[in-house]
């Protein structure tokens, strides 16, 4: 039965004795089996030891049960076939309950089975499974381990934002060495394509006015932030219908951060959320179901979002708020190894001009920041953490904070119930890899 099956398909190909690698392609694909490309060349090469660029038919039949036949598949097949050659209706009920736990199953299951899987006519009619049935449903989604109502997305999304653990990415932009590998538009079409729902945008001022991403103060190369927005407006929704953080690390003057505030508004359009969703001062963080298709900014904020909402249609650009901030410690800047240390810009801490002074004496540097960029950040403003009690009393709830790795097996082990209370809390967190790393 079988044997007539496969010479049906296959004997119109080889009236001229053998066929070349392209009519092999289409045969494979004839037997509706999930074959890979240069796995059935390289079988091809080795059927073909004259390099004639031909195979016979029996070169073919080889081929074929290389790629779609497994001994372990087969030899499972015979335990449960009396004859060895066909599955009555009965045995593949046997199977269903004791190998593939259905206790469930029945006559009519086995009956649904055949029909779906059994490729060859005269075994469906005669309600039967052979071999190349048994191997269809063997390999189907059927038996995956994988929970097929998981394909989907099927948890609660409709919780706060700070609900969820984000897929995150650092230092997106770079795809070999943090110190002087490239800067590639790929690290983000990668990231995106893989579902990262969180990207890292390290931006510094460029040449004529365009500011460009790389990793400050070492030897990476340069890409132009305008063409990195590009590319994550091109794949932002690709994979996944949830909403996109850009996390930047804002080191441009205000007039360049001017520009970037204009290429995200033009390029992003609609998706760039730029004020609450009624426009109304909310008490909580939408959820990514009400966040669906959008990019938020994460980044410094001059003021509260109270007062960017009561801005709303006014024109932000060509003013500028002053920060003040301050050098990391020691102790915080710990998460950077220690080759990293010197070569890279010193992470600084910002405070909105007016508020509590800081409570080391740090040296203090004064900067500015665009009120157009600042007006974009809306439910992700970036935070310094503090420690947990300064984070309960005066942190709002779109503020969040980012942990380096050291910084947080710290307040791990030291403050472990605390630690986990407040990643629960209405804020959310951002844990960056170490230097030593690279996270795509």
Known sequence: MEARWFLGIIQDKFQKGKINFESTLELLSKFD??????????????????KSGTITIDDFRGIYRAIAHRCEIHDLFKIHSSNHKILQLSNIVEFLRNEQFQPEADETTASDLITRFEPIEEAKRNREMTFEGFLRYMTSEDC????????????????????YFISSSHNTYLISDQLIGPSHLWGYASALMKGCRCLEIDCWDGPN???????????????????????INKYAFLVSDYPLILSLENHCCPKQQEVMADYMMTMLGDKLVTSTIDDKMPTELPSPEALKFKILIKNKKLGTLEETLGRRGMDSHGQTGEF?????????????PS???QPLLKKRQASWKGSAPPRKKQRMKKIKLALALS???????????????????LQFFYENNSFGEAKARKLGKLLAIRTVNKLYEGACHRLAESGEMLQV
Not at 382 to 387: A, D, G, L, V, Y
């Open 375 to 393: 007006e974009l950040v809306i439910y992700t403003k970036s935070r310094k953490f503090i420690n947990f009690e300064d984070s309960k009393e």
């Open 324 to 336: 003040e901030e301050e050098q990391t410690s020691d102790e915080e800047s710990d998460d950077e």
């Open 144 to 163: 995956g381990i994988f929970k097929m109502q998981h394909k989907s997305v099927y948890q609660d999304m409709t919780q706060p934002l700070c609900d």
């Open 339 to 341: 080759h990293l240390k």
């Open 33 to 50: 089996i999930p074959f890979d490309y240069v796995h059935v060349k390289y079988i091809f090469k080795a059927s073909d030891p004259l």
């Open 209 to 231: 006015n365009e500011p460009v991403v790389y990793h400050g103060h070492t030897l990476t190369s340069k890409i132009g932030f305008k063409t990195v927005i590009q590319v």
